[in-house]
């Protein structure tokens, strides 16, 4: 810069005329403003600010953690993601591709365009991963854009695959009756998958596949800002938690969302409960009354209250 201002000194003395060198402030701000203005990422959250890069210390402790088969960890970097995605299944890839996550709170309608989007523009055609070799459709999810509960499975089945929506097949009714007794209805909740792509025939998506999937899971959680989270089984919990512990060691109280692991993704905090699967509740009708002893936590959470003749 200051070879620069000399250059330009000397030209002044010459007679050559010149514009005036800008300001650090307004030259990192025509720099912000290019970059932000030609990037088409930057429509499916009205008005928001970007989210925080990730600094290089915690890239490189993400990568670090890495290193550990049992932990999870974020990766942002795009030349890193390629290997990662294909090596590490346990791993938690960031994928550069997507847009930002959403930074602020959105009214109702702003949030539900902002998911239309996300669904229309990045999720439905996605072939990211192997799954969407054996879809009839994806399922993204459905429910209030702004609801304050969220439950979140690990992935469509035949019915959700070809209807389209999840939660629609025989563990769905069951799901339905677990937000029926909540006092609540599916319109009042949003319901949705780890992977938004049906695994073949119903097994349970691999990790490399819930990797690849969730930054979309993330974002349509950074839209939706619920206060809880209900992790139905063990893939979402493990997740959304970022840990390998098991189910039965994690159901049953409160956990703050997101974990430390995922930390630097700039995800709204929120309450959450993980609680069995309503497909496992289905051939395991005696863990019903510890399912439910979980939704009434949640249900106390966001202060509902049961009806007097349920008591
Ligand atoms: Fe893409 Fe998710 Fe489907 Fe894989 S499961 S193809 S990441 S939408």
Request: aromatic share 4%; net charge positive.
């Amino acid at each position: 810069m200051l070879a620069l201002r000399e250059w330009l000194r000397n030209e002044k003395r010459l007679g050559v005329p010149h514009w005036p060198l800008p300001t650090a402030n307004a030259l990192g701000a025509t720099i912000a403003s290019r970059a932000h203005s030609t990037d088409p990422r930057q429509a499916e959250c009205p008005g928001k600010r970007s989210a925080p890069p990730p600094t290089t210390a915690a890239t490189g402790s993400a990568m670090a953690a890495g290193t550990k088969a049992d932990e999870t960890a974020v990766v942002h970097d795009s030349a890193q993601l390629k290997t990662l995605s294909t090596s590490a299944a346990s791993l938690f890839v960031d994928d550069p591709d997507l847009p930002p996550l959403c930074q602020r709170e959105l009214s109702a309608a702003e949030a539900a365009a902002a998911l239309a989007d996300l669904d229309a523009r990045f999720v439905r055609g996605c072939t990211k991963c192997r799954l969407h070799a054996g879809r009839t459709q994806t399922v993204f999810g459905v429910g209030h854009p702004r609801a304050e509960l969220v439950f979140v499975g690990e992935g469509p089945g035949a019915d959700e695959d070809a209807q389209g929506l999840p939660f629609v097949g025989r563990a769905g009714q069951i799901l339905t009756r677990m937000i029926a007794a909540m006092t609540l209805t599916r319109e009042q909740v949003y319901i949705c998958n780890v992977v938004k792509c049906r695994p073949p025939d119903n097994r349970t998506p691999a990790d490399d596949e819930m990797a690849t999937c969730s930054p979309y899971l993330f974002r349509q959680l950074a839209i939706l800002r619920p206060k809880a989270i209900v992790a139905l089984g063990r893939p979402a919990t493990q997740t959304l938690l970022a840990t390998k512990a098991p189910i039965t060691k994690l159901r049953g109280e409160w956990h703050d969302f997101p974990p430390p692991a995922l930390g630097m993704l700039g995800l709204p905090p929120a309450k959450l409960m993980p609680t069995f699967h309503p497909a496992y509740l289905l051939r395991n009708p005696a863990a019903k009354g510890d399912a439910w002893k979980d939704l009434q936590l949640v249900m106390r959470l966001l202060g509902l209250k049961l009806p007097p003749s349920r008591r």
